[in-house]
């Protein structure tokens, strides 16, 4: 894909902060002697945290800063002297972010709504400093815990546009015309297949005030699931669209063929797509009169609501609002909040490969840490549990 503004897919390399030392400070004053031990705690690793945005609508900011890592947590000191907790970082995301593990494929989170924050990375607990661990039969602890480590993780960011209504159809179906007839989006309209290659999104304005939010998403052709024409790359985000409204133009040779391919290449991609609820609309019925859509409405698929609809005359365009009003507010499709809720699958690894490629986003980001606290170092298998100090309090 060239280059372009609008970044859906983005892989970056995240790492939390480590926590830090416990302080194994004796008391030492004039005159007090055998202070005791009074090193403190060392601080909390800062948190890689996410958070939604709605003021973001891609991932573009994010090809610009590859590393995102926090801050180290300080270690404590004397006087029983917290160390300073590491700096978190919060990396704002636009709502429909969902998370992978660029190793495994694995899914990791979701950042749906605005506000909403979810800790990617844990940064590592402080240590406890070494007083915590003064009992009566050993006045002189000179250990306290060293702090956990710090987590690092290299992740893939896939954005998933949140829509209420996703357009689907064949190229040059009429899709951003449509969008551009119900709402204020300005989508480029053309004669040709593919004119649209990235996703659009306008709000359509209901009666009272009401409104919902359509995705115009390029053109799908036979083979899309296997990557063909705009493939793979788009589909995604019909993921979460509550509603599709199927769009095949009233000049096509066979609409029940034509939505069928459609349907199949939305089930290849992903069986639970086939869940949401649909609408049909026959597009560009200007070029047709009565008599034809007599003859052409008993061929239509079964089992699915349809309208003859002409976005440049207008025609039947007030009677699919209607229906996807209707639609969208039925109890079934009412999905927690506005968020179409599909199971995310962990990413293919046969493909992943190949995906990160396609996307441009193969490059190497794996990070060269410079460990400068060797304790650290040493501690492979260190876990930070209280109880391990038990036996040596006794
Ligand atoms: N007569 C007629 N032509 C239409 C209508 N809607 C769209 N068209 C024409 O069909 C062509 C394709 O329209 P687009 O809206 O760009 O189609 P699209 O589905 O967005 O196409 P892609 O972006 O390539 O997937 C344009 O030449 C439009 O003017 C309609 O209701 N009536
Ligand atoms: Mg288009």
Redesign the pocket.
């Known amino acids: 894909m060239a280059e372009s503004n609008f970044v859906d897919y983005v892989k970056i390399y995240c790492r939390s902060g480590k926590g830090g030392r416990g302080s194994t400070h004796m008391r030492r004053e004039k005159y007090i002697p055998n202070g005791g031990p009074d090193g403190g705690d060392g601080g909390r690793g800062g948190h890689v945290i996410l958070r939604g945005n709605r003021n973001y609508w891609t991932l573009l900011h994010l090809r610009y800063d590859r590393h995102i890592m926090a801050g180290h947590g300080e270690s404590g000191s004397k006087n029983r002297s917290f160390g300073k907790d590491g700096e978190d970082k919060v990396v704002e995301v636009p709502c429909g972010t969902v998370v992978y593990n660029a190793e495994t494929g694995e899914y990791i989170c979701d950042v749906t709504e605005h506000g909403q924050e979810v800790i990617l990375l844990k940064g590592g607990r402080g240590g406890l400093g070494n007083w915590h661990f003064k009992t009566a039969t050993r006045q002189a602890p000179r250990f306290a815990q060293p702090g956990e480590p710090m987590q690092e993780m290299t992740v893939i960011m896939e954005l998933k546009l949140l829509a209420d209504v996703g ?1 689907v ?10 969008l ?1 007839a119900v709402s204020s989006a300005k ?10 290659l990235e996703p659009n999104l306008g709000i359509v304005s209901y009666r009272d005030g009401k409104s919902f939010v359509m995705a ?1 998403i ?2 799908i052709i036979e083979g899309a699931s296997a990557g063909k024409g705009l493939g793979l790359r788009f589909l995604r985000h019909i993921e979460r669209n509550s509603l599709l409204l199927f ?1 095949v ?1 009233a000049d096509s040779d066979d609409i029940r063929k034509e939505y069928e391919i459609l349907l199949n290449e939305l089930r290849t991609f992903n069986p639970e797509m086939l869940d949401k609820q649909r609408v049909l609309a026959v ?5 047709l009169d009565q008599e034809l859509m007599d003859e052409i409405e008993p061929t239509l698929p079964e089992g699915i609501p349809h309208v003859f ?5 207008g025609m039947g365009i007030s009677v699919l609002k209607d229906i996807l009003w209707e639609e969208l507010n039925k109890e079934s499709n009412k999905i927690e909040g506005k968020v179409a809720n599909i199971a995310h699958r962990a990413k293919d690894m046969s493909h992943l490969q190949e995906e990160l490629k396609e996307e441009g986003e193969d490059e190497d980001l794996s990070y060269e840490y410079v460990n400068d606290d060797e304790d650290i170092e040493d501690l492979e298998d260190f876990e930070y549990e209280e109880e391990d100090w038990e036996e040596d309090k006794k």
């Not at 159809?169 to 449509?178: D, E, I, R």
């Not at 597009?283 to 070029?287: A, E, F, G, I, N």
């Not at 609809?309 to 005359?313: G, L, T, V």
């Open positions: 357009l159809g064949f190229p040059n179906a009429g899709k951003s015309t449509l551009s989508p480029k309209i053309a004669n040709y297949p593919f004119t649209t115009d390029p053109g769009m133009p597009t560009k019925c200007d070029m609809i002409s976005a440049i005359s």
